[in-house]
């Protein structure tokens, strides 16, 4: 069985799916073409979706769901097949419900969606129970600096604080001990 390791935000060291297959081929295509989308291998597996060929057909089984495509395949359908497979996927944490791949956070009924940063953040700090390097997750977000600015990243944590208390009243608090940054949720 080989297996590819794969999450729809960019340059995150979290891993919330597990594609494998025993066609290497298949896993090979898919982590060219997902690495062409930004795609990158990560850490914290929650979810697998398993690939199996025949001569006909590639079966996407995930769950009890099971998606069957017949061959020849555009990469692109397949792709959108696992997008609709991962859209849904929801993390439950203490009363609120987080959809990663949406970038949205659910709270009594009440629906924010979070910005790519806001939502880079986040997911890093959710499944880093140990915290995260403030460098680290800096170069994560603005990979392309020169020159790191954690003023910068402190007003980014300070605004999703502020943007998750005021439209869904969740409490959120970072602790920072030797630039290992933590989340405390309330």
Request: hydrophobic share 45%.
């Amino acid at each position: 069985m080989i297996i590819l390791i794969i999450l729809i935000l960019k340059n995150t060291n979290i891993k919330l799916i597990k594609i494998s297959s025993k066609n290497k081929l298949i896993l090979k295509t898919l982590e060219d073409f997902f690495i062409s989308k930004g795609l990158l291998n990560i850490n914290n597996i929650q979810n697998e979706i398993l690939l199996d060929t025949d001569e006909k057909n590639l079966t996407i089984h995930f769950r009890e769901n099971k998606i069957i495509l017949p061959f020849p395949l555009d990469i692109n359908l397949i792709f959108k097949e696992i997008q609709k497979i991962l859209i849904d996927i929801s993390i439950s944490i203490k009363d609120f419900n987080y959809f990663p791949y949406q970038r949205v956070l659910i709270n009594n009924e009440k629906k924010i969606l979070l910005t790519d940063i806001q939502n880079l953040i986040f997911m890093n700090l959710i499944f880093s129970k140990e915290g995260i390097d403030k460098d680290y997750l800096y170069d994560l977000i603005w990979n392309k600096d020169k020159t790191i600015s954690i003023n910068k990243l402190d007003t980014h944590l300070t605004n999703l604080k502020n943007h998750l208390n005021n439209e869904v009243g969740i409490k959120i608090n970072f602790q920072s001990q030797k630039k290992n940054l933590r989340l405390l949720i309330d």
